[in-house]
């Protein structure tokens, strides 16, 4: 709309500008023009009416309290995270027990050569037994005798008893910390509960009794690649 | 912000994240005025707003570690209270309660009355606009923040900002005028 003292949208451009910076609206190039223009004075005039009504009204308060409240709030939220932990690390340690429990009997049923093969404790009647190694680090003992394996059967529970004091020598004594302390250190993440049971397991490898290598069955994977060349 | 306030408010930062009641408490004292409000104008119900207000102060400081100390404090935290909000709207769309409608205090005092009668103008005009147009025109006019804050807290650029803001002065102004709201010689009839 174009008026003969001015333009209407030259006279909005401003106004917006205006508005924009948070220039006062009494603009005398504003006022000129709308003194001559209707609806841009109308214009003006809602707007001076907003910003009045925005400036005047009180900026809305919370009540009282709310620090505390938000105190509170952070109080259960800590308390249910570490209730939330605690059930991880009781878990953790439950499926531990679990392993456990499921290996033992395994171990004790096994076939008398395993158990035979794993015995060491009966290592003094035969005199060309390979000595005892205890298993260190992530070497395997040659835990195998060609006496033991040829038929001289020693029996299991000393196999098993064996096996587990070096299970117990091989678990560092911080591997599975007290559940009490989980709860210090669980900020970090699950890496405690992880390396527990990564030493736990490895540990149990390492100290279970396996065959030697020359004693290992040849694997079969040669055959179907022959018939692919054939 | 000065270099001193600049300190101090970092030195706040680090005892919240250190778990120190009485820091968190320092902190929601700066800030609940301005969180509170911002949540008050959008969501229009104050009970609403505190719990939307409570919850920002929660997560901000059960993230403080992760708050990136180069940006604005402010914008962060209110960035925190417009999701908030956002949640509390789509909350409030699938399960719309109608005694939410009107939410009056009844204990104005007479010299109140004008006042407040503004005030439930205002935000009546303001529930009629988009959350967006909405929000930006509160941290603009009345938190006085500039678009480039605004752009920051509602991760949108500047010129949709500036469209926002304009369209929600439009929308307002054609609200007021429809229910004849004016304001003659300093009074508002």
Not at chain 1, 45 to 63: F, I, K, Q, T
Request: aromatic share 6%.
């Amino acid at each position: 709309m174009r008026h003969a003292d001015g333009n209407c949208s030259d006279f909005d451009r401003r106004l917006q500008a205006n508005l924009d910076r948070r220039i006062d609206l009494d603009d005398d190039v504003l006022a000129e023009h709308a003194a001559t223009c209707e609806p841009c004075r109308e214009l003006l005039e809602s707007y001076a009416s907003l910003l009045d009504a925005v400036r005047s009204c009180e900026r809305p308060e919370p009540a009282c309290g709310l620090a505390d409240r938000v105190c509170v709030g952070l109080g259960a939220r800590r308390r249910r995270g570490e209730s939330r932990w605690k059930g991880i690390a009781l878990s953790a340690v439950a499926v531990a027990a679990g392993v456990i429990a499921a290996i033992v009997p395994w171990f004790r049923s096994a076939p008398p050569s395993v158990a035979s093969r794993a015995d060491h404790a009966g290592a003094a009647h035969s005199s060309v037994a390979e000595p005892y190694v205890p298993v260190v680090g992530r070497s395997r003992a040659p835990m195998v005798s060609k006496t033991a394996s040829s038929g001289a059967t020693e029996s299991g529970p000393d196999a098993v008893r064996d096996l587990f004091e070096t299970f117990a020598e091989q678990l560092s004594a911080d591997a599975l910390p007290p559940l009490r302390q989980v709860n210090e250190i669980t900020a970090v993440g699950l890496r405690p509960i992880a390396a527990s049971f990564g030493s736990a397991f490895s540990a149990l490898r390492n100290s279970l009794p396996v065959l030697r290598d020359d004693e290992r069955p040849k694997p079969q994977a040669s055959v179907p690649s022959m018939r692919l060349i054939a | 912000m000065t270099p001193n306030a600049r300190n101090e408010l970092d030195s706040i930062l680090t005892q919240c994240a250190l778990g120190d009641d009485s820091a968190v408490r320092d902190l929601v004292r700066r800030y609940e005025g301005m969180v509170f409000g911002v949540c008050y104008r959008m969501l229009g119900h104050r009970q609403d707003a505190e719990d939307a207000a409570q919850e920002t102060f929660v997560r901000a400081v059960r993230s403080i570690a992760n708050f990136n100390r180069s940006r604005r404090f402010e914008s962060w935290l209110l960035t925190i209270a417009a999701n908030r909000c956002r949640t509390a709207l789509a909350a409030r769309a699938r399960r719309p309660d109608p005694t939410r409608l009107c939410d009056t205090v009844a204990d104005d005092s007479p010299d109140d009355h004008a006042a407040r009668w503004l005030d439930e103008e205002l935000q009546r005009a303001l529930g009629g606009l988009k959350n967006e147009h909405r929000q930006a025109f509160v941290l603009f006019h009345e938190y006085e923040k500039s678009y480039g804050d605004i752009a920051e807290i509602m991760g949108c650029p500047i010129g949709t900002i500036k469209t926002w803001v304009h369209r929600a002065r439009r929308e307002l102004i054609a609200q007021f005028r429809s229910r004849e709201l004016t304001r003659s010689s300093g009074a508002w009839t």
